[in-house]
């Protein structure tokens, strides 16, 4: 343990690691749910997930589930889901590009599912569809006219949805709310160039990047920390890995309150 993190007495982290739960609400602004092929999860279905959650004080998971990123479930099926544990359970319309009329139908949906559905989510390298390409406008026009959050994974260097194309659809949809998923993992530079050249519809999310020791502190001082959002691919990984990650680091209490819950209220409200 490192021993700065008990030289605080009443410090965030100091109560996180004694009690193994936060005093705050903590907003999970990327999800996932229900098996995959490539990994054993250990709680991949709602209530084990919710259990867990609410054992650490997570107040909010925004997801989208697997099999309705890759085709076998619909997204109503998923606002079902969340119906039954609605104090803690929000979902992203999954938008697969090879599905054209399904994108039709879900959007022509989206208000019936309030107040669940919260925004759109694009998986481009997997669909492997640029995300500036033709399949994907009628979702991005719909949640720019919107002002809606869209969660994009996003990993540098992708031709799919690497920095210049995330920059670019940035700054053609600028009233729409772009969630870096995963922060341009491998691409700092760009992490940092999507933020500040563009008008403030940006945040970079921390999928994958609590454990990889400096990383949350290069992006506090690169983009500040009213740009990032708390997430965790959950249930790839471990909610109590990714919140350790975030309060151990060697930032501000300032600095982990707006990743953890201030940045999601600012954006979405506290009633949401």
């Known amino acids: 343990m490192n021993g700065s993190i008990w030289e605080k007495p009443g410090s965030i982290a100091e109560a996180f690691w004694k009690n193994g739960h936060a005093d705050f609400p903590i907003y999970d602004m990327h999800g996932h749910m229900g098996p995959h092929y490539a990994i054993y999860m250990k709680r991949c279905e709602a209530p084990e997930m ?35 544990f609605p104090d803690i359970l929000r979902m992203y319309v999954s938008i697969n590009p090879h599905y054209p009329e399904w994108i039709k139908e879900d959007l022509e949906k989206f208000d019936q599912w309030a107040p669940y559905a919260v925004g759109l989510k694009i998986l481009a390298d997997y669909h492997k569809v640029k995300v500036t390409d033709k399949p994907y406008e009628k979702a991005l026009r719909f949640a720019d006219e919107r002002g809606l959050p869209v969660l994009f994974h996003t990993w540098g260097g992708s031709p799919y949805n690497g920095g210049p194309a995330l920059l670019e659809t940035a700054l053609k949809y600028s009233k729409m709310k772009l969630f870096l998923g995963h922060s341009l993992y491998g691409d700092e530079e760009y992490s940092k160039r999507v933020v500040a050249e563009t008008p403030g519809n940006v945040w970079l999310e921390l999928t994958a990047i609590p454990g990889d020791r400096g990383h949350i502190e290069r992006l506090v001082k690169a983009v500040g920390s009213e740009r990032i959002l708390y997430g965790t691919d959950f249930p790839w990984f471990d909610e109590y890995q990714a919140v350790g990650g975030v309060v151990s680091a060697k930032i501000t209490e300032d600095d982990m309150r707006n990743i953890l819950y201030r940045n999601a209220e600012r954006i979405l409200g506290k009633d949401w």
Not at 63 to 70: K, T
């Open 50 to 84: 919710v259990a867990h959650m609410k054992r650490i004080g997570v107040r909010r998971l925004v997801f989208s589930h697997h099999q309705a990123l890759f085709g076998g479930m619909r997204n109503a099926e998923v606002a079902e889901i969340c119906k039954q």
